[in-house]
């Protein structure tokens, strides 16, 4: 399998927190790759480091095969669903504007010609979002807006996937919707990292878990991890380890 992104020795530091440790990690093409931890684990911090909005002082991280500084084109490429945006909650941006900004970025910001607003359309219907195109994004829900977010991410057609808790704030029936997407992606060779909290919610559908506290504890996949109680070290003796099993 092509690695799609590697990550070597980084260590990062806010201030005089050291607040990741040394981390190597790898993912693969078309590979789903679930990261869980507590608060404050550093998990955030890794999926910036990852798309360059910050840099590690310490360690390499390589895209495509391109250490991060070098990559250019590639970027676009990298779709990115933050946990909590800032911007568009004091700009009076309508929804299709935001959803928009995904190709924009594809393009170079020049104008959109008809291929990208049906792009833009259907992936808007398929995240049942569509009836919001006129609608001002700070208006919308927790979870209409994290809907307008992921599809943002989405009409870029990503090759990498970054979602930082992206099911926060999400009903039951969009949750579904959504895992169902990401399953589409990944049979389309769209590597998938997905920060998360809801742990048994993910264990049936990503190929493999990373456990981070600042430091990785384990990268395998779930059952590995389940047996290896590197779980109780992370979140404490008091954790239970649950899956969902499919109907």
Known sequence: ???????????????????????????DEGEFLGIIGPNGAGKSTLLKLIVGILKPQQGKIILFGKEI??????????????????????????VKDIVAFGRRI????????????????KIMEKLEIKEYADKIFSELSGGQQQRVLIARALVQNPKILLLD????????????????ILEELKNQKISIILVTHDIGAITNKVDKLACLNRKLYIHGCPEEIKIHGALREIYGEEFIYLTHKED
Do not use: S
């Not at 806010?14 to 993912?27: F, G, P, R, T």
């Open 165 to 180: 808790e992206p099911t926060v704030g999400v009903d039951i029936k969009t949750q579904y919707n959504f895992y169902r």
């Open 69 to 94: 500084d070098n990559i250019t084109y590639e970027k676009k490429f990298v779709g990115y669903v933050p946990q909590k945006p800032d911007i568009e909650k004091y700009l009076p941006l309508k």
């Open 106 to 121: 594809v393009r170079d910001w020049k104008a959109l010609n008809k291929e990208d607003h049906e792009i833009i359309n």
């Open 1 to 27: 399998m092509n690695k799609i992104i590697e990550i070597k020795n980084l260590t990062f530091y806010y201030n005089n927190d050291k607040i990741l440790d040394n981390i190597n990690l790898e993912v």
